[in-house]
């Protein structure tokens, strides 16, 4: 069977899809490439959603729901200027995961959000991607503050918050997702390095 994401684009506003996807930002590290996410990049949202580290995310998701995920992060770019950014290592292009600006359904601000295969984790690349964001976040989109919704249950998250300089915020709470813990980077200046 056919998978959405194996069709390429096509017909005639093909051609602007791809122009519009070259605009967006590509932000570099030591190690790391994080650029526009592609169709193809889709499996492997969908295989780290699907797991066991989707269950903090509300999963693990079906494959259906994975594919809706991606694109809802990937439209953020159109409608709202930041979104979805696929971690590639920047010798040998493979892809790590996946550090965006996420603004979902229920959110009261953006999030920073980061998802990672197995092999990707455990080795600073979650965290030297989500800073480059960061910097992103605060020195060209100049968005005043940015949050990171977490899982009690999830301390790999919860480290990486406060490795970043996240700072819990217990005057807020989610209005969706009752118990969600709330991460606040109050600018770049404040994360760690």
Request: with cysteine; glycine share 10%.
């Amino acid at each position: 069977m056919t998978s959405a994401w194996t069709i390429p684009p096509t017909g005639p506003l093909a051609s602007i899809a791809l122009a519009a996807h070259a605009t967006l930002p590509c932000l570099q590290t030591d190690r790391l490439v994080l650029r526009a996410p592609q169709l193809a990049d889709a499996t492997l949202y969908q295989a780290i959603m699907g797991s066991a580290d989707g269950v903090f995310m509300g999963g693990p998701f079906s494959a259906e729901d994975a594919w809706y995920d991606f694109n809802q992060a990937t439209a953020s770019w159109l409608l709202r200027g930041h979104g979805l950014f696929a971690v590639e290592r920047k010798n040998t292009h493979d892809l790590m995961g996946f550090v965006g600006i996420f603004f979902e359904y229920g959110d009261p601000e953006p999030e920073l959000g980061y998802l990672f295969k197995p092999d990707g984790q455990g080795q600073g690349y979650a965290f030297e991607a989500a800073q480059a964001v960061l910097t992103h976040a605060f020195d060209t989109l100049h968005l005043p503050t940015l949050v990171s919704y977490i899982d009690p249950a999830n301390t790999r998250s919860i480290a990486l918050a406060t490795k970043l300089g996240g700072i819990i915020d217990t005057e807020t709470s989610h209005p969706v997702v009752e118990g969600t813990l709330i991460y606040r980077y109050p600018s770049a200046r404040g994360a760690a390095s």
